[in-house]
């Protein structure tokens, strides 16, 4: 870490007072500018339900691991305030808001460590200024953690290290509590700062880092009501959830400068940042080195967040985390750097924030939020929970349920498919969900299972059931072994309102399971479907090549399709192989609820003739693909 001359001034500190004052009224006031949205009103759509479905959970005492497996972890529901629940909501957007001026507080706090010059805190708030907007709380916290690094490694007093250490411990703790893949990030950073501290031969500094660390996390996991037995599976399931993710999830979309141009920048600068710590160890720039050791793991978590969904809201946070570090590395070590790197790395910074800038519609939204917010806690307990249930009747205009299909369902145990639990609120049904509680993110074959699992052991009094996905999937291919049990375990009581009503059988259907073929094909190949009297499905295994695999952790793997040939024409679909292995049902081509009620009902729907698979770069994938048919038939 590099350190200023010791004859040397901040510019802040030999300025008068007057000009420290104006220093941090401007920090004060790009902060203002920069608020966190304040929250979310409840509506039909995936991303709000899932924030709901959140919020319940916690609300419910559900067990993170166990009932509820997600993206998200135990503190989840601070992601986005939420007003699903507007007195729980006040919780989250404090929360949001101190978060926030922490980070701003720390970035001015920090700045006169690192710099002498009054244009580098133009600068450095400019920078706050142009990407705050686009940061969530988890974000947030892992800059926070990072700056707290940074203050510990210039500290030379070594109890205010000490607690600058655990300070950076427990916003780890936090963020990793919030999302998992956040926890990825947070080894990250430890294991840097334990490479520091060993080559410093600091070692009670990792005493502490690592055991305030375990003592925040286990404790936010009692705080938050989770058992301790459940700690394992969460972690194992989470893993899966982030190994599954880049196959399943990854997508190409429009952007406004092209999906293209968009991720060639992307990829120039996360190998520009790359390059910065190949120069510092090849050039033995120590200060260099140590500086943006912490930052490696965190630089590419972040690009692969950016890039894995070809979407502008993760576009987002990578053009505005890596600018930020960017400038922190130019601010900390412009001297270490030849004038040809000091350059370039001080362009791509302005390229990046001045994108974002020209992205930044959220500011004046943001503050007329956070107005709104500010007015609304003026408010006692019992106008804010009045404002909900008005949330509430809002969502139910918009779902137009008949009364007598919610009269039917009562109180019973009741999940929905394939994901609106906005819908099971709006109606404060009880709602009791299968762990994956949104059909496209159980994307492995074994979160699959998880779900399919929950059907047979645990399965719910009724099932609302919608004939929709994402990414232009099959969705009756989403969650095969899950279909299986759902046809096993409910038949269809009545369709309303783009929802069909099932309910738990009394007597679950016993099948008998008969193999029929197993193939061998090629990618491209026409596979003709055979003919069956019972339900047919097929376990495929498509394998990731060696080239793929590597691919895919570098960067992105390629997309797998599947066609589907009836005798209506042919019809094309993103395809995720790995939940394909648990047998996918082709019996009939579903796609609406009505050729899933008949389904449902016995009757004949439109037969499958064929099965093909193609995808843009065939070397990514093993040549043959393995199928076996098999089918259903009940007793």
Known sequence: MRSKPANSQSFITRQPKLLKFLVFAWF?????????????????????????????????????????????????????????????????????????????????????KITNSELYFVFGSALLLFILPFLR??????????????????????????????????????????????????????????????????????????????????????????????????????????????????????????????VVAGIAGISFFYLLFAYGVITRKRGLVVFMLPFLVFAFMTFKFGFVRHDTTHFYVFFSIMPFLFGWIYLAHKQDLPRLLRALLLMLCCAMASYMFTQNLYISQNVKSNLAALKLLTHGSSYRQSLTEEYKLDLRKQFNLSSALVAGIGKDRIDIVPWEVNLLYAYDMNWSPRPIFQSYSAYTKALDLLNAGYYENSAPDMLLYTVKTIDHRYAVFDEPATFQEILKNYKPVSADSGVILLRKKVQPASFQRRRISAIEANIGELIQIPKTNGYLFANIRIENSLLGKAAAIAYRGEQMYVYL????????????????????????????NQDLLNVFNGRPGKAIRYLGFATGKRWFYEDKIQIEFFEIQPN
């Not at 924030?51 to 529901?77: E, Y």
């Not at 986005?80 to 929360?95: A, G, K, Q, T």
């Open 565 to 592: 040939v009836t005798d209506k024409g042919q019809f094309g679909y993103r395809f995720v192989p790995s939940t394909a292995q648990n047998g996918i049902f082709l019996s009939s081509y579903i796609s609406d």
């Open 137 to 262: 709380i988890d974000e947030k916290l892992i800059l926070i953690a990072l700056l707290l690094l940074t203050f510990a490694m210039t500290s030379q007093v070594s109890l205010k290290r000490s607690w600058l250490i655990a300070a950076m411990s427990l916003c780890s703790a936090l963020t990793s509590s919030i999302k998992f893949s956040a926890t990825i990030s947070s080894a990250g950073i430890m294991s840097a700062a334990v490479l520091i501290f060993t080559y410093r031969r600091q070692f009670l500094n990792i005493g502490i880092m690592v055991l305030s660390y375990l003592l925040a996390y286990m404790g936010i996991w009692f705080l938050t009501g989770q058992h301790i037995t459940n700690l394992i599976p969460y972690l194992r399931n989470s893993i899966e959830i982030s190994a599954g993710y880049n196959h399943a999830m990854m997508c190409s979309g429009p952007n406004r400068l092209g999906p293209n141009l968009i």
């Open 28 to 112: 004060l006031i790009v902060s203002i500018l920069t608020l966190p949205l304040a929250g979310m009103i409840p509506a039909p759509g995936i991303d709000n339900s899932w924030q709901t479905g959140l919020n319940m959970a916690l609300t419910r005492g559900m067990q993170f691991g166990k009932d509820i497996v997600f993206t998200f972890g135990p503190l989840g529901f601070l992601f986005m305030p939420s007003f699903c629940d507007v007195n729980h909501w006040v919780i989250v957007y404090l929360c949001g808001l101190l978060v926030h001026f922490v980070l701003v507080l720390l970035v001015f706090l920090l700045l006169p």
